[in-house]
């Protein structure tokens, strides 16, 4: 459910947001320069692999801020606290940013990851293209609106006339119990989250069809970003240096994941992972770096936007038939 009435939420939010705890700082006390940066994320999510990066080297004081990580149950909580101010940043998608900027509020992101997730089936499965889902029980993760599955169904749809939900059986869950229910056999195929889908290559299955082949497919030229850091443009406007400062030390996050391995094995724990399965995470993680300017990823969200809104609706992107100017932030340091 989209959320627009602010004044309603800010309560919510400060609520939500004052019951839970930030964590620790690995860095020293800041100096009185330092300018403190809020971010809200889910505990247990991805996001939280990078941060930990950043507040274990540092890279947020070295840049100029003090980065306070709070961590929410859900989604929703998050979304609640960012359009009531109650904190600075949060990661979230281009479609729900996009509608909260036609909606007139004032959002917008900076790329953070490409990875998305994929159609996966057992190794061993006869269903070897899109046409063969016909007939078999899908499990679904993220819910009927979620846009891996409108992507891909938009290219069943345009290559073989083929409407998914209406010839196959679908199943929508929670992400760890839709992987559950693929390794018992339950279901014949299962669409989830890129960091589930990893784990399952490890233990006997195979991609498909990946989010990403839909999105080119159907007019993307590139990897489009999945999911952005995503804050009010007042608050960048108001402080020029704490959002540099975060994006620079998001970036060099980034660029130790993406080279050392030792990282990778020091986030072990916290990945829950080992072996095989955490360098399979790794390695899907590093294919989601953004790579590309964020014109050009802007451009091919805008063409993926209009594909995402016939097929979805009004209950995705609103009344807006295009995606909001100023969804991707345009001051991006170079």
Request: with cysteine; glycine share 8%.
């Amino acid at each position: 459910m989209m959320i627009s009435r602010r004044g309603t939420l800010r309560l919510a939010a400060f609520g939500t947001a004052t019951a839970l705890v930030p964590r620790p700082s690995f860095a020293t006390a800041p100096s009185f320069a330092t300018a403190r940066v809020r971010i809200g994320v889910l505990k247990f999510g991805t996001v939280s692999w990078a941060l930990d990066t950043l507040k274990q080297h540092k890279f947020d004081t070295a840049n100029g801020i003090d980065l306070e990580i709070i961590d929410f149950a859900g989604e929703d909580a998050t979304n609640v606290a960012m359009l009531a101010g109650a904190i600075d940043i949060i990661v979230s998608d281009w479609l729900w940013v996009s509608r909260q900027r036609s909606e007139g509020v004032d959002l917008t992101l900076v790329p953070y990851s490409t990875a998305v997730g994929a159609i996966m089936v057992k190794e061993a499965a006869p269903i070897r293209t899109i046409i063969d889902l016909k007939g078999k029980k899908i499990g679904v993760a993220g819910g009927p609106l979620d846009k891996s599955w409108l992507l891909i169904q938009a290219l069943a749809r345009r290559d073989h006339g083929l409407d998914l939900p209406a010839t196959s059986d679908i199943v929508f869950g929670a992400p760890p119990l839709i992987s559950e229910k693929a390794m018992q056999g339950e279901l014949d195929a299962v669409l989830n989250f890129w960091h589930f889908c990893a784990r399952l290559e490890v233990n006997g299955f195979r991609r498909l069809i990946g989010a990403d082949d839909a999105a080119k497919a159907l007019g993307a030229s590139g990897a489009v970003s999945a999911l952005g850091y995503v804050f009010h443009d007042k608050w960048a406007n108001e402080n020029p240096a704490a959002v540099r400062g975060f994006i620079k030390a998001s970036a060099q996050s980034k660029d130790l994941l993406a080279r050392s391995d030792d990282e990778w094995l020091r986030l072990a724990p916290i990945i829950r992972a080992q072996g095989k399965e955490l360098a399979k995470l790794r390695d899907r993680y590093r294919e989601g770096i953004p790579r590309r300017p964020v014109a050009e990823d802007a451009a091919d969200a805008g063409r993926l936007y209009r594909v995402l809104a016939e097929i979805g609706g009004d209950k995705l992107v609103g009344r807006a038939p295009e995606m909001a100017p100023g969804t991707f932030w345009q001051e991006l340091p170079k």
